[in-house]
């Protein structure tokens, strides 16, 4: 596998991975977070091989296909799991191991880890309890309020929606303001309105200069909170650096990406006249799944197109079947 860097002018450079692989750690700038040649496996499964980085402050984006190693290299970071090989270390110390490290830590894990006979305050204030804080009432009330919970906090996280049992999650990673924080795949089950809010949440601690690594499957997703990135294939680095390079390699091979929408045959056949789009078909659920050779051009003319034909959109992403071939592409020898 190659180890590079896709540099804004899209050359590509080979360069230590471990203290240039993100652009903002050139000119000498420490990583918070780095792995060294980390391998995990399982038996005979390798869930992560050889995969060496460095993750500053800021927001990057963790990449990658769903099962490509995601959680895996988040949990890696976070101590949960040990490496087959290889090291982590946060903040210069060990990931595992080493109690007072999580301390500055925060982790939003992707499955829930949350007692649905809490509230979401009890549940944030358990988070501030065990890092023992000595104001926790202050520090509970305030990371409610950030994640926008306040008319909810008393009630019982059971009952909770996807979408709120993410941001509660969420409050309770940031309770001890860490400054580390790795988030896996926070915006699944958010609606649009929730989205926003934590989209910009994210680049919120991104700017105060915390280091923020948030794992998803989806490209446009990221492009709105992260300027860095890492993408992960098949538990191997295929690609780290600035954002925009790493896009436009993406964008140069076709995708395929789902529509829901409220006339979903009405709005087919009208995007079958776009020139950027190859096929178009619905799936057993009544979903658009368009194929286009020009993803950017496609994403502006869904809108216009929906709007022409007075049609209501729903859902529009990538489907994940395309991101998993296209991903491919950036492992190719």
Same mark, same amino acid.
């Given at each position: ?52 980085? +460095? ?8 990449? +990658?296909?769903?099962?490509? +190693? ?26 595992? +191991? ?236």
């Amino acid at each position: 596998m190659r180890e590079d860097v896709v540099t804004p002018n899209g050359d590509e450079e080979r360069v230590d991975p471990i203290r240039s692989t993100m652009p903002g750690m050139r000119g000498g700038r420490e990583p918070t977070i780095v792995l060294d040649h980390v391998s995990r496996w399982y038996g005979d499964i390798v869930a992560v091989s050889e995969v060496s980085f +460095g993750v500053g402050p800021g927001v990057t984006g963790l990449l +990658g296909p769903n099962g490509a +190693g995601k959680s895996t290299t988040l949990k890696l970071m976070a101590g949960l799991l040990a490496a087959s090989s290889g090291t982590v270390t946060v903040g210069g110390q060990p990931a595992r +191991g080493r109690p007072n490290a999580y301390r500055n830590l925060g982790l939003v894990a992707e499955h829930e880890v949350i007692y649905p006979f809490l509230t979401g305050r009890e549940f944030v204030r358990l988070n501030a309890t065990l890092q023992k804080l000595p104001r926790p009432r202050q520090a509970v009330e305030r990371v409610i309020e950030l994640v926008e919970m306040e008319t909810a906090a008393d009630r019982k996280v059971g009952g909770y929606s996807k979408g709120m049992r993410q941001r509660i999650k969420v409050a309770a990673a940031l309770v001890h303001d860490p400054d580390v924080i790795l988030m896996d795949e926070p915006l699944n089950g958010t609606d649009p309105v929730q989205r926003a809010h934590l989209i910009g949440l994210i680049r919120q601690l991104g700017s105060a200069g915390k280091t923020v690594l948030v794992s998803s499957h989806i490209l446009t997703e990221v492009e709105r909170f992260a300027e860095n990135i890492l993408v992960i294939v098949n538990g191997k680095l295929a690609a780290a650096g600035d954002y925009r390079a790493i896009r436009d390699r993406i964008d140069a091979h076709d995708h395929a990406v789902r529509i829901r929408a409220s006339d979903p045959r009405r709005l087919a056949a009208a995007l079958m006249t776009e020139p950027m789009v190859r096929a178009v078909r619905l799936d057993t659920q009544g979903r658009i799944v368009a194929e286009t050779d020009d993803v950017r051009a496609f994403y502006r003319a869904v809108p216009v197109t929906a709007q022409r034909e007075r049609v209501r959109l729903l859902e529009v992403q990538a489907a994940d079947e395309s991101l998993t071939s296209v991903f491919s592409y950036l492992v190719e020898r």
